[in-house]
């Protein structure tokens, strides 16, 4: 998978085939066939090399076509090109922005970014032996046809030196106005990102360096996790492209385009390993050199608090503190307020407020024994930290900034009744706002923090803590994807299945990247067997209500479980749900009575809602109805009311990644069995909804890169659509369903089929 580049002037070496044929740019299409097939253009964008692993990297550039003589927007003209591995490296050491590129032996895609870069809607992905690249140095004729195959990055084949970014720091005490700059910190006060009255999050930190100048600096980034990743005072902070500013006559430091970060533990002697979450940064061994400088400066200045953290067993009454705990359990208490159940393995001296919920809002184990009441720490989050809050697992170990201990404790948010007096007993509050670095979040599982806490909770042996239970936070065995088709394929990579012509079956492995839609209550729809329509449900109308108890329209021995309701609003309508079996929303234009619109669903039963078809019912309310049924259910009274009964069902897009690309399949067929869970449940119990999150949190953690996430062994339906006088290839996910594993098993193994 070579690299070749042109020397000036001719020479011996490997001509371009001639046999290959040229296809433009603007004529590309993911059903193009790529056999023998060459696409030229100019360099006008080179990313970075980003490595995924050991000898495995990807990186994108764009290339422009420039032979045209019309003059063509970026999105027919220009096309992003995915690289893998060593043709990934190659390219990175031999090509410049600017170079003519001749590629090979590519695979066509639908591009994922195609709306956001107003590019083509296409992009060429190349892996394997069969890639070749051809490059024709911008100093050299693209003319030229004489390549020569690049053997090393010291080759002297290669006409083109590898270019070697060199950042240059600036110490703190240097800084002047109105520049942008890169420099090297020691974080002496921050405060957790939040969010802006526009889209994005800011956060504030105050730094200093061995000229003891301090420095404020202020961070806007419209993602979460763009932020600096830092977890207490005396962490080593690294600034690319700050903008330097006077402010009330002081320097300070500001994001500036380009900008990027990566922190490091500021412990003396732990490792050196960068915190970001940019997927390409430069770090080498200068750059450790200078933050293994920067923790020794800073451990003999006194520059943090020897404690950072204060365990249970320490904590004051009326004192402000940070506590690094795991969580067992979370409740919503109010709307600006969230209870989570946290321990340290440590007691405290203080006997503690007892928060009064609702078992069933509690996500996660509660407490420990009766005898160890004390180990376990409640802890109220208000306001603008409730959101935050609402985003942790249980067993996952966090930090809380500025937690308030409040004796004397009594009156709780929402919890009038069933809460004792508990006057004297300590409570934790976490109080809103950001004052003094109040905050909280999650540590990763390498924190040297984590490690000691770890070591602090196994010393708990199964005789002190008898609750068995609480061990399911973090020891039940996850779950993983496997397949449970008959099929005899081999298994197979995705560049290898986007090359395959379908209808075909696959056998693949892979990781989620990314899914649609975000918000899995939109991927529940409403589908037709009879006409094959899909639309999302809708609501009821509000009219004036009027109840019918069809003396009418029910006579001896007909079924009396149906009641008519007329002019109701949706609350309404659900409220009387409840507690009658059928409900059915009509109207009466014109004196006749009919049931409404389709639009609106047509039947309440309980908690669940029936909708029908549009086009293919036939409405119909008359003497007849209900003429020899017994029981009422949906389908019954479907039929009498002329409605073609619609199903539920779960659509979502999943885009699947491994080492040769990127992939698109659709979630629809199966995905009952994939997340073992009913359309028709999901629709109206909020446990099952929660069942379909966790498996999408599991299989695509919020916040967490490719490495974190699991490796799914799926099976693929490959079948073609015809779209706007085209046809392309489209890929269904297929007889893949979770189950529980082995804790001995190794995650990566791939069960076998059944």
Excluded at 379 to 393: I, P, S, T
Excluded at 450 to 459: A, G, Y
Aim: aromatic share 8%; proline share 7%.
């Amino acid at each position: 998978m070579p690299v070749l580049v042109v020397k000036d002037g001719p020479g011996p070496g490997t001509q371009v085939p001639s046999q290959l044929q040229r296809i433009p740019i603007p004529l590309l299409s993911p059903t193009s066939d790529c056999t023998g097939k060459t696409v030229k253009g100019r360099v006008v964008h080179k990313g970075p090399l980003v490595s995924m692993g050991e000898d495995n990297y990807v990186l994108k550039t764009v290339i422009q076509e420039v032979d045209s003589q019309q003059n063509m927007s970026p999105e027919h003209s220009s096309i992003n090109i995915i690289l893998f591995g060593a043709l990934a490296k190659d390219y990175s050491e031999s090509v410049s922005q600017g170079d003519m590129l001749l590629v090979t032996g590519f695979s066509v895609g639908n591009s994922p970014t195609a709306q956001k870069d107003k590019l083509h809607a296409c992009n060429l992905q190349l892996a394997g032996d069969d890639a070749w690249m051809y490059v024709w140095p911008s100093t050299v004729s693209p003319r030229a046809s004489v390549p020569r195959k690049r053997t090393s990055p010291a080759s002297t084949e290669v006409t083109k030196a590898v270019k070697v970014v060199k950042y240059t720091y600036v110490p703190l005490s240097d800084l002047k106005p109105g520049v942008v700059v890169n420099v090297y910190a020691v974080v002496t006060f921050f405060k957790q990102p939040f969010r802006t009255k526009g889209t994005d999050y800011c956060s504030t930190l105050k730094i200093t360096d061995q000229s003891n100048k301090k420095v404020g600096c202020t961070i806007f980034c419209d993602k979460l996790e763009e932020h600096p990743k830092i977890f207490k005072m005396g962490d080593i902070i690294r600034l690319h492209r700050v903008k330097t500013q006077l402010f009330n006559g002081a320097i300070s430091l500001l994001t500036s385009h380009g900008f990027s970060v990566v922190t490091f533990d500021g412990m003396v002697g732990s490792p050196v390993v960068p915190r970001t979450s940019s997927e390409s940064f430069k770090f080498g061994e200068e750059d450790c050199q200078v933050v293994e400088a920067l923790r020794t400066w800073a451990a003999n200045q006194s520059l943090v608090p020897a404690q950072p953290c204060v365990p249970l067993s320490a904590v004051q009454p009326k004192t402000y503190f940070d506590l690094t705990c795991q969580l067992l359990a979370k409740a919503p208490v109010d709307s600006s307020c969230t209870l989570l159940k946290v321990w340290d393995g440590s007691k405290c001296p203080h006997p503690l407020l007892d928060v009064f919920v609702e078992p069933n809002t509690l996500e996660g184990c509660p407490t420990l024994s009766k005898d160890m009441a004390n180990l376990t720490a409640n802890v109220l989050v208000y306001d603008n930290h409730v959101e935050v809050a609402r985003q942790f697992k249980p067993g996952s170990y966090l930090r809380i900034y500025n937690l308030h201990a409040v004796p004397g404790a009594s009156r709780l948010p929402s919890n009038d009744s069933g809460q004792s007096d508990q006057t004297g007993h300590l409570g934790f509050h976490l109080h809103g706002g950001t004052s003094y670095g109040r905050g909280l979040r999650v540590l990763p599982e390498d924190s040297p923090d984590i490690l000691d806490l770890k070591k602090i909770l196994e010393t708990f042996s199964e005789s002190d803590i008898n609750d068995s239970s609480m061990f399911e936070v973090w020891s039940t065995p996850p779950e993983s994807f496997e397949r449970t088709c008959d099929h005899t394929v081999e298994q197979v990579s995705l560049a290898e299945v986007k090359s395959r012509s379908p209808p075909q079956v696959f056998h693949v492995q892979v990781q989620l990247k990314s899914y649609q839609p975000q918000r899995l209550y939109q991927s529940l729809k409403l589908f037709c067997h009879k006409c094959k329509t899909i639309e999302p449900p809708s609501e009821s109308p509000s009219r004036t209500l009027t109840l019918l108890m069809s003396s009418q329209l029910m006579g001896k021995g007909k079924a009396k479980e149906l009641i008519f309701l007329m002019g109701a609003t949706l609350e309404e309508t659900c409220r009387i749900a409840s507690a009658y079996s059928n409900i059915v929303p009509v109207t009466s234009p014109q004196g006749t009575m009919t049931p409404l619109d389709l639009s609106a669903p047509f039947l309440f039963r309980g908690t669940k809602r029936y909708y029908g078809c549009k086009q293919c019912s036939q409405l119909k309310v008359g003497e007849s109805l209900g003429e020899g049924v017994e029981v009422w259910d949906e389908k019954s009274v479907a039929d009498a009311l002329g409605v073609q009964l619609l199903q539920y069902g779960l659509l979502m897009k999943l885009e699947l990644q491994d080492g040769t690309g990127f992939l698109e399949a659709l979630l629809w067929r199966d995905a009952e069995s994939f997340f073992h869970v009913s359309a028709e449940d999901a629709a109206a119990d909020q446990e099952a909804q929660d069942r379909v999150q966790e498996t999408m949190d599991r299989l695509c953690p919020p916040g967490s890169s490719t490495a974190e996430r699991p490796w799914m062994d799926l099976c693929l339906s490959a079948y073609t659509v015809e779209e706007n006088g085209q046809r392309r290839a489209c890929y269904q996910i297929c007889h893949t369903g979770t189950r529980g594993t082995n804790p001995h098993t190794h995650p990566h193994a791939s069960p076998r089929d059944t």
